[in-house]
C-alpha cells in the first residue's frame, strides 16, 4: 500500500541488511577500506566494532559480496556455542564434512585451506555477533589463526560485534588474541547532513521520484534531532512517518506526522536510555483499600452474627423461663371446689365453720367476685396476729368488735385492718401453689375501709 501510494518500487525502510540499500557515510567508507585492506594485507585477524543499529551487518554482506569472486568466504551469526559446535558450523558452512571429533575437524579444515592456497583464493571468515561468544569459543578462533604457511595466513578472520566485545578483547585473560587483531574499525552515529542524504539515497534505490520531496525540511530535522543518527532509528521513523502519510492521503510527510511516529514509538527506550523502575505501590493503593474493606465487611458481618446468636439465646432462655409459670397459673382460672359448708375446725376450744366455697365479694359491689385461692403458707405477720386473738379469747376478753376466722391447716386467720392489706393478702394467696379455698373476712367498719358482704352465716353451736 505504501509502494503504490508514493510510486516506488520496493520498501525503501526495510529491516534486512540488504547491501545495495548501503548507504556509504565517511565513517562507514572508511571501515570499509580499512576491513577490505586488512584481508588483502594477510594481517589474518581484523575488528569491527560499533553501536547497535549502525549497519555493521549491512556493510559486512556488502564486504563479502566485493570478496566473493576471488576468495571462499563464510558467514558465522549464531554465536551462542560451545567451541565444538562452532567448528562444525565452521565447516558446514564452507562445504567442508563436519563428522567426527574435535581432532578430526581440526586435520579437514587444514587440508581444505592448504588446498585453497595452493588454488590461490584466500579464505575469509566473518564471525558477527562476536560479543556473545564464550571464552573458550575465543580460544578457538585464536587456534583457528595458526593456520598458516611460512609465508602467509591460511585463513583471515574479521570479528563484528557491539561495544562490549572491546571490553571482552582488552581483558587479561585474552591478551594473546588482542595482540593478533591488527586492524580495529569503528563505525560513527550520523551527523544532520548525512541523515538527510541518507533518506534520499535509499528512496532514490527504491524508485522515488528525485523531484518529488518525500519529506519536507522540518520532519527531516525532526528525524534527525530524535535518531541520534542511528541507521536503524532512521528507517523506523521514516517508514511509520510514511505509513501514516498514507493512510491521510497525503503525498509529503510533514513535522506534524514525525511527531506523532516519535510520541508513538517512544525513541527514549530505543537509544538505549533507561527507562525509570515503576514506583511501589502506595499503601493506600486500592488493592489495600478493596482488601479493607473486605475485612471491614468480614467483620461486621461476624459481629451481626454474634448478636443475632445471643438474643436468640437470651429469647429462648426467657420463653423456657416463664413457661412453666403460664401452664400451671392463668389469670382467672376456673377450678371446681367442693363446697367446704359444713366442715369445720377447732381451735383453742373454739369451733369456726368454714365459709362456702367461692368468691369473696366487695360491698356495694356483689356482682364483681375476686377469687382467692389458699396459700401454701401464711406470712408471719398473720401468723402472730391469730395468735393474738387467740390468747385473748381464752382470757375470756371478747373483742372490741365481732370478726370472723378462718381457720386454715393448723393456722386461724384474723381479718386484716384494712381493705388494702386484704387485697394484699388475696393477692398473695392468688399466685400460691394454686389450691383455691373460699374465705371470708370481714373488718371494723370505719370511714377508710369498705366492708365485706360475708354473706349467710351459720352460728357455732
Known sequence: MLIEHFKLGVQPFGVTPDSKFLYLSKTHREALASLFYGIHSGRGFTALIAQPGMGKTTLLVHLLGLLMANAKTAFLFQTLCGPEEFLRSLLAD???????????????????????????????????????LDDRVLELVRMLSNFETPGKKLMHLVLSGQPQLADRLSSEHLAQLRQRVSIVA?????????????????LCVAGANSRDA????????????????????????????????CAL??????????????????????????????APPRPDSPHDSTVAVHSAGRVRRWAIAGGSL?????????????????????????VHQPSLSSATNEVAGETVQRPNAGAVALSGDSD???????PASIPSAYEAQGRRNQKTRVKGKQPKARV??????????????TDLERLRASRAAEFSIGQPISERAQTRANKSSVPFDPGPQRETQ
Open 249 to 278: 492521503k497525503q503525498r509529503q510527510v510533514d513535522a506534524s506526522m514525525v511527531q506523532e511516529t516519535i510520541n508513538d514509538l517512544d525513541l527514549k527506550s530505543l537509544v538505549g536510555r533507561e527507562l525509570m523502575p515503576p
Open 310 to 334: 445471643i438474643f436468640l439465646a437470651l429469647l429462648t432462655s426467657y420463653l423456657w423461663a416463664g413457661f412453666p409459670g403460664r401452664l400451671f397459673s392463668s389469670p382467672n382460672p376456673k
Open 94 to 132: 564452507l562445504g567442508i564434512d563436519s563428522d567426527g571429533d574435535m581432532a578430526r575437524m581440526h586435520a579437514k579444515l587444514n587440508a581444505y585451506l592448504l588446498q585453497e592456497s595452493r588454488n590461490g583464493s584466500p579464505v575469509v571468515v566473518v564471525i558477527d555477533e562476536a560479543q556473545n
Open 186 to 202: 569503528r563505525l560513527a552515529p550520523l551527523n544532520a547532513d548525512e541523515i538527510r542524504e541518507y533518506i534520499n539515497h535509499r
Open 404 to 417: 370472723d376466722r378462718t381457720s386454715v391447716g393448723p393456722l386461724e386467720l384474723s381479718p386484716l385492718p
Open 368 to 374: 364483681k367476685t375476686l377469687p382467692t385461692l389458699a
Open 214 to 245: 518525500v519529506f519536507s525540511e522540518e520532519a527531516l530535522a525532526l528525524i534527525a534531532d530524535h535518531s541520534h543518527g542511528i541507521p536503524r532509528n532512521i528507517n523506523n521513523l521514516c517508514f511509520n512517518s510514511m505509513s501514516l502519510a
